[in-house]
């Protein structure tokens, strides 16, 4: 009898451990299945974001045609090479005190600039900035600049109780405004349309400066608008205070832009265009910059259709910090649906825009052995909790490949621009013999850089900087610099306004 029942309950034992071998290896079965799964959608993600130097090549040689057709007529191209009448870059000598005003990202800013007269004498710069009321970004001009102006007021009151003597002049300032604007003179020009979730309707086709002057005088401010910038021309024109061999500036921020010194008679759009310096500050908003080159995945796709603003700005949807967190975002969620790695779907991923470009940063940049950052984020922010090691692993590797072609991309076009105005390289090097033996000469070129992605994003910015060594070549890459300016949308725009200021020649621009 005793035996029978220790017979009975070991083959009980016996079938429990075959259930339960049988649990564990169909879990492990699944695991595994669930992990294949993820690891090809990875794969598939690498090959639809690959981004060799030969395609990269395409894509510089594909931004150097649509600029020449941006220039040769109007709607000529997705890029709409804007001319901004600035024909001036700053050169030193400006002086005096001014204002700016910085609206075009998730803050805005307020700063008061006193030049000096000398270069690099810029003596004082104070900054105030508030984050846009996210209901603003989408109400009518007349809150938006009543804010603003407001903001401003108490802005000038608070400093000039504070440096006295207070001004007797008018005050001058300089307007960054960082969205596609139809300039009608350098300071002065309509709103085209709204990028980067701004969306104040009643605002399109309205004089930008006007609104602001109007908003001010509604406050009983005694300021005018003596410059009207996008924050690219601002950072080139503090690049080019610092640096005379600046030619370009770049902002990789919330959105993305670039703007080029270009020949006035190279702007056929606008012929007859006179300047007394032969050429013209273009803003060419490359945020709209469309190639079949550009390699794009089906998150791209669903990113654009699901977007306020569809078909439009294609390539700052691939680089731009506004996007590139909600790239990360789309792909863990298809990882998420197509297998249990990062257990049931969390509602969390359902979410646009939740997991935002420093997030993805911190995640990519997170050198710990565990990776507790990635882990982190994934519970605090995605509610994805007790995520494994091997599988946080993945988080980093989709930051990195969609990281990686933000900035591959990013240097292609700005080796386009170099390839339009010539200094790429393409046309041959120079040699001159010394005594020395025979050296390869070109001229030096600075491209100016400002924006969050850029200095902020370690990885963003070393892939850009290897991207631009390697399409660029090793003779012609040294003579390229990209250098970082510091608050050139701000600063740049008080510049602006002192050199187109009252004192100075204003309307050295003609169309004839
Ligand atoms: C705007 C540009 C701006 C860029 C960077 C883009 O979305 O269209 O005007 O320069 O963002 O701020």
Request: with cysteine.
């Given at each position: 009898m005793g035996k029978l029942v220790v017979a009975a309950a070991a083959s009980g034992c016996a079938v429990v451990a075959c259930v339960v071998a049988a649990l564990m290896v169909?879990?492990?079965?699944?695991?595994?299945?669930?992990?294949?799964?993820?690891?090809?959608?990875l794969?598939?993600?690498?090959?639809?974001?690959?981004?060799?130097?030969?395609?990269?090549?395409?894509?510089?040689?594909?931004?150097?045609?649509?600029?020449?057709?941006?220039?040769?007529?109007?709607g000529g191209s997705k890029l709409k090479m804007l001319l901004t009448y600035v024909h001036n870059l700053p050169t030193g000598n400006e002086k005096g005190i001014y204002y700016a005003l910085d609206l075009g990202g998730t803050n805005f800013r307020?700063?008061?600039?006193?030049?000096?007269?000398?270069?690099?004498?810029?003596?004082?710069?104070?900054?105030?900035?508030?984050?846009?009321?996210?209901?603003?970004?989408?109400?009518?001009?007349?809150?938006?600049?009543?804010?603003?102006?407001?903001?401003?007021?108490?802005?000038?009151?608070?400093?000039?109780?504070?440096?006295?003597?207070?001004?007797?002049?008018?005050?001058?300032?300089?307007?960054?405004?960082?969205?596609?604007?139809?300039?009608?003179?350098?300071?002065?020009?309509?709103?085209?349309?709204?990028?980067?979730?701004?969306?104040?309707?009643?605002?399109?086709?309205?004089?930008?400066?006007?609104?602001?002057?109007?908003?001010?005088?509604?406050?009983?401010?005694?300021?005018?608008?003596?410059?009207?910038?996008?924050?690219?021309?601002g950072t080139l024109a503090l690049g080019h205070y610092?640096?005379?061999?600046?030619?370009?500036?770049?902002?990789?921020?919330?959105?993305?832009?670039?703007?080029?010194?270009?020949?006035a008679d190279a702007i056929i759009k606008s012929q007859g265009l006179l300047t007394t310096t032969g050429g013209m500050v273009v803003n060419m908003e490359w945020g709209n910059f469309w190639s079949s080159h550009l390699p794009r995945t089906?998150?791209?796709?669903?990113?654009?259709?699901?977007?306020?603003?569809?078909?439009?700005?294609?390539?700052?949807?691939?680089?731009?910090?506004?996007?590139?967190?909600?790239?990360?975002?789309?792909?863990?969620?298809?990882?998420?649906?197509?297998?249990?790695?990062?257990?049931p779907v969390s509602s969390k991923l359902d979410e646009p825009f939740i997991l935002r470009t420093p997030l993805i940063a911190a995640m990519h940049e997170d050198d710990s052995p565990n990776l507790n950052e990635v882990a982190r984020i994934l519970k605090e922010t995605l509610k994805i909790p007790d995520v494994p090691l091997n599988v946080r692993k993945l988080v980093v590797k989709v930051c990195d490949v969609v990281t990686c072609r933000a900035a591959r991309l990013a240097a292609a076009g700005i080796v386009g621009i170099l390839k339009k105005i010539g200094r790429d390289g393409s046309g041959g090097i120079?040699?001159?013999?010394?005594?020395?033996?025979?050296?390869?000469?070109?001229?030096?070129?600075?491209?100016?850089?400002?924006?969050?992605?850029?200095?902020?994003?370690?990885?963003?910015?070393?892939?850009?900087?290897?991207?631009?060594?390697?399409?660029?070549?090793?003779?012609?890459a040294p003579y390229v610099i990209i250098k970082v300016t510091e608050d050139g949308s701000g600063i740049g725009a008080a510049l602006l306004a002192a050199s187109h200021s009252a004192s100075e020649v204003v309307d050295s621009v003609q169309l004839l």
């Open positions: 169909g879990r492990s079965v699944r695991r595994r299945r669930g992990w294949r799964r993820v690891v090809r959608v794969e598939e993600l690498e090959e639809g974001c690959a981004t060799p130097v030969g395609r990269l090549r395409q894509v510089v040689d594909a931004m150097a045609v649509e600029m020449h057709a941006g220039l040769a007529s109007e307020v700063l008061r600039v006193r030049l000096g007269g000398q270069r690099s004498a810029i003596i004082e710069h104070d900054v105030d900035r508030q984050p846009i009321p996210q209901h603003l970004m989408t109400s009518t001009s007349e809150e938006l600049f009543d804010f603003i102006a407001t903001s401003l007021n108490d802005f000038v009151e608070r400093e000039e109780n504070v440096s006295k003597p207070s001004q007797k002049e008018r005050r001058e300032l300089g307007f960054t405004f960082s969205f596609p604007v139809k300039q009608i003179s350098s300071s002065s020009g309509t709103l085209i349309k709204w990028t980067k979730g701004f969306s104040v309707e009643d605002m399109v086709g309205k004089d930008v400066s006007q609104c602001l002057q109007q908003a001010m005088s509604r406050k009983g401010m005694d300021m005018r608008v003596t410059a009207l910038i996008n924050d690219t021309v610092h640096d005379e061999d600046t030619v370009a500036a770049v902002i990789f921020g919330t959105g993305t832009n670039a703007c080029y010194l270009e020949r089906s998150y791209d796709v669903d990113l654009d259709a699901e977007s306020p603003n569809p078909n439009d700005q294609g390539f700052e949807k691939m680089i731009s910090g506004m996007y590139l967190g909600d790239i990360v975002r789309r792909v863990i969620l298809q990882m998420s649906q197509e297998s249990d790695v990062f257990g120079a040699s001159v013999k010394t005594r020395n033996g025979i050296h390869n000469k070109m001229r030096r070129t600075v491209v100016a850089v400002e924006g969050g992605l850029y200095t902020n994003y370690t990885m963003f910015r070393e892939y850009l900087n290897e991207a631009m060594g390697q399409i660029l070549g090793e003779d012609v």
